[in-house]
Every structure is written in C-alpha cells, then in structure tokens.
C-alpha cells in the first residue's frame, strides 16, 4: 500500500526552478527558503530591490534576485525572461506578491486609486504573472503553479472590500487557469492564509487591541507562521499534490469555519 513511497528522494525539487514573487519577505520568503531546502533553483522577483538583493545574496549560488512589479504585465513577462536566462527553465511558480488594502472611511468614499491599486498588485498581477509563466512552462512539457489567496477569498471583513474582490478573484482565477492549463501539464492550486505573522502584519498584531480582535477571530487563538503557509505552498507546488489542481487550501487556524 505504501510502496509508492518506496526509493522517494526527500529533496522533492531536486534539478527544479522556481520562481517566487513577493520572494523577499514574509511567505514568499518562508517558501524561497523551504524550495532551496528541498533542491530547487529560485528566482526571488520583488518590488523591493534592497531586500530582494540581500536576502538572495544571504540564500547562496542557487538563489538570484530579479526586480519585478507584477502590476505591469511587460514587468512579469521580463521576469520569466531572466530565470530562463539565468536557470534555462520554470517548473514552479509561487504567485505570492500582495499588498494590504488602506482602510478606506467608508465603502462610498473608497478612493478609486487604491481600488485600482489593490486590484492590481492583487488580482491583475497574479493573471500577469501566470500568463508568462505558464508560457514558459508549456514550452518545458509542464509545471505547478501556486497562487497565495487568503481568507478573504471565501470571507468578507468590513472595511476591505478592495481586498476581499481582488482575493474572491485569486481563488476563481485559480480554478479557471486550472482547467485552461491542464493540457499543458500544469497544476494551478492557491492557499488561503489567515492571520500569519510577517511584516505585512507585524504592526498591527503588536497592537494588543487588534492583536486581540484578531485572535478571537481566530480558533487556534494564536497567529500562524510564514512557515506554515510555506509548507502548504511546497505541498502544493510539488508531485505529492500530483492530482490536485484548482484548489484552494485553506492555512487558517480555523478562521473560515464559523
Ligand atoms: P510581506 O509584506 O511580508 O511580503 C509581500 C512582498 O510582496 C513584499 O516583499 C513586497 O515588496 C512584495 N510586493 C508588493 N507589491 C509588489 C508588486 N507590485 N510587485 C512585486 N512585489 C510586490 O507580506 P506577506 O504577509 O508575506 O504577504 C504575502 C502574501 O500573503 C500577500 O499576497 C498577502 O496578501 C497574503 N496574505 C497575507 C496574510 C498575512 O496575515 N500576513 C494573510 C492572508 C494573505
């Protein structure tokens, strides 16, 4: 029964390339370390070209950096472009870039420019970011795609309605990219993270009344690691999630289930 086990190679990315955008800190960071770990090749693409730099230069020879904004698509085409350059080749790609919404006054006075602003590093990005992944991907003979959703992709939270849309989106885009890329070989899967300790997060949850707020939203009552989601990420990303496509797992500590 568990003979499939049987001869595994523990470095389950061994020989793969991956690409991680948002790959200079938090999650992204969290998975660009656990993909190493495990063998692979990893192009870290960020906004953030200090950190981006630095943390790849940390990570050693099989880590680069390359500048992306994935809220311009001739920005995410350009990144395929180098970890070909650089790599020869794009296997996995973790679509984890993100920014969180400004807390607009009220749902009338929500300025235009952040909607658009959340929709597309959000939302356009990750439809960006895929379409050149998945072409480069296609010419390889296949690969996994993993897109980092959240729990306002199945929830709604007063105050955010940029984010929870654009979120709601990643979780459809997932599905329909699934279904459109599976002739080539491709997974497409999401992860849903819930409240997860990383510096998008780290100011408000030293905060003790939203720190509290937030774990009583929360059944586990404490917040999640960016390692966590990472190990979620990796499953999906790799051959042991080898017939699950269009998914979106939940990393929650329980959130979504009241
Ligand atoms: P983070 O701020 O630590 O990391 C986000 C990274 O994305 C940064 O390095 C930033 O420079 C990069 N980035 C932002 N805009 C970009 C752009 N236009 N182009 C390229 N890079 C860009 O945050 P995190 O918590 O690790 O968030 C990662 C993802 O997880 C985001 O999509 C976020 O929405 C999602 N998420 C986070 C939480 C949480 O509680 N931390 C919960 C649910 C979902």
Redesign the pocket.
């Known amino acids: 029964m568990w003979g499939c086990f049987n001869g595994r190679d523990d470095l389950r990315f061994k020989d793969k390339v991956a690409v991680v955008?948002?790959g200079?800190?938090?999650?992204?960071l969290a998975a660009t370390r656990g993909l190493l770990a495990e063998g692979a090749k990893v192009m870290i693409?960020?906004?953030?070209v200090e950190?981006g730099e630095h943390e790849a230069g940390e990570l050693g020879a099989l880590c680069d950096f390359v500048r992306?904004?994935?809220?311009r698509p001739e920005s995410c085409a350009d990144m395929v472009a180098r970890v070909l350059e650089r790599f020869g080749r794009l296997d996995i790609a973790i679509n984890?870039?993100?920014?969180?919404a400004p807390p607009p006054p009220s749902f009338e006075t929500l300025p235009v420019e952040d909607w658009d602003n959340v929709i597309s590093?959000?939302l356009s990005?990750v439809f960006y970011a895929m379409r050149a992944e998945a072409k480069a991907m296609r010419a390889g003979g296949g690969g996994s795609i993993v897109n980092?959703?959240?729990?306002?992709s199945v929830v709604a939270n007063v105050g955010m309605p940029a984010y929870v849309a654009a979120?709601h989106g990643v979780a459809g885009l997932t599905k329909a990219a699934a279904l459109d890329l599976l002739d080539a070989g491709i997974r497409v899967n999401a992860v849903g993270?819930?409240?997860?300790e990383?510096?998008?997060?780290r100011d408000a949850l030293r905060d003790p009344e939203i720190a509290a707020g937030y774990l009583a939203m929360t059944p586990a009552a404490r917040p999640g690691t960016?390692d966590e989601v990472a190990r979620t990420i990796l499953f999906l990303a790799s051959d042991d999630a080898s017939f699950t496509t269009g998914t979106l797992a939940m990393v929650d500590g329980g959130l979504t289930l009241r």
Do not use: E, F, Q
């Open positions: 955008t948002g200079a800190s938090g999650i992204g693409a960020d906004a953030d950190r992306v904004d994935v809220r984890n870039a993100g920014i969180p590093a959000n990005g980092t959703g959240s729990v306002a979120k993270p819930g409240i997860i990383t510096p998008m997060t960016a």
